[in-house]
């Protein structure tokens, strides 16, 4: 359960508070409060309802930046076992914001599992750049991408980034190229790749490695391709108005599925998957199974030619004569 609460949930937190303290009471006074308590947990219970069902897009923004959120390696550590990790581009360096390595799906599948990874307090932030790919990190991942190819291997993308690291170090080893070249790599892999957003997905970073067969995405994350903060400040001139540009890019899990960019909304425990890692992961779970199972009964120049046309159908449109 998490001990971190949004702005939103300010009404939650205070009837926790009231609850508490009636416990306490009955506790101390030998009072009893039963019909009380009963009744703030049923209130409890409506509020959480409807806040959770009226969320605006930067409200869903803030749920997918949620500190307490699950990460690539907390569901690598629930749906995988025999995960050997993989270090270095075999180029520069082994950046710490991108991993990955063979694992075999719920103990039985074996597969490349690769995604990008925050820090949970500042130290581990700092070793992972905070979730900010260097160029190093895409190559990491297209030679892993290029491993699962040759052990005929589906492979498993987990996206939680607000972008690529835009640093000078990082445009001076060319991570606009990197990007570039892990896109064009992950076109031409002939076995199954499911990209997942759990989290952020941030413009390239996101879509460096997020070239797949299908695109999950996660109930409350968000996939765009600008953070409502970089977009509010290009088109307002203001940060303050990123809760406007949210709205705006059409970023939520939902928007996208009705545009036809995501395959599938996988479902989040009440008020986020930061509630209750175990319950999140089983959903992934048996969206990754059902994908998994169905991508793996397609011929290899099936796969290929499947995500180029996905990818290119986007974007699309017609115009009416009037």
């Known amino acids: 359960m998490s001990e971190i609460y949004l702005e939103f949930e300010k009404p939650i937190v205070e009837l926790n508070k009231k609850i508490v303290e009636l416990n306490e009471l009955s506790a101390s006074n030998n009072i009893n409060v039963t019909r009380e ?21 930067w409200q869903k923004v803030q749920l997918a930046r949620h500190p307490e959120r699950p990460y690539t390696l907390d569901y690598i550590s629930r749906l995988f076992t025999d995960f050997v990790e993989f270090h270095g581009d075999r180029r520069f360096a ?12 719920r103990g039985k599948t074996p597969v490349m599992v690769i995604g990008t990874q925050k820090g949970r307090d500042m130290k581990s932030n700092m070793y992972r750049n905070f979730g900010w790919p260097h160029p190093e990190g ?11 190819e040759m052990a005929k291997v589906p492979i498993i993308i987990f996206i939680d980034t ?13 991570v606009g190229e990197a990007i570039a070249d892990s896109m064009k790599g992950m076109f031409a892999l002939t076995v199954p790749v499911i990209a997942v957003v759990i989290g952020e997905g941030g413009s390239g970073g996101a879509i460096g490695i997020g070239v797949g067969n299908r695109i999950l995405i996660l109930e409350n994350a968000y996939y765009s391709v600008i953070t409502p903060e970089g977009c509010a400040a290009i088109l307002w001139k203001d940060r303050k108005f990123a809760p406007q540009a949210a709205d705006a890019l059409k ?8 545009l036809g960019i995501a395959d599938e909304v996988i479902k989040e425990p009440l008020g986020g998957a930061q509630r209750d890692h175990a319950e999140a992961a089983n959903y992934l779970g048996t969206a990754l199974a059902r994908q998994l199972s169905a991508l793996r009964r397609w011929s290899g120049t099936k796969l290929k030619n499947q995500r180029y046309e996905k990818f290119r159908a986007m974007g699309k449109f017609s115009e009416e004569k009037a």
């Open 37 to 57: 308590i009963k009744a703030l947990n049923l209130r409890m219970e409506k509020t959480i309802a409807e806040i959770y069902a009226n969320l605006t897009p």
């Open 94 to 105: 082994d950046d710490k914001a991108i991993v990955g390595g063979f694992a075999k799906f």
């Open 138 to 148: 895409y190559r990491k991942a297209l030679r892993l991408m290029r491993l699962a």
């Open 162 to 174: 607000p972008g690529a690291f835009p640093g000078i170090a990082s445009e001076e080893r060319h």
């Open 251 to 258: 970023l939520t899990a939902q928007k996208l599925f009705e």
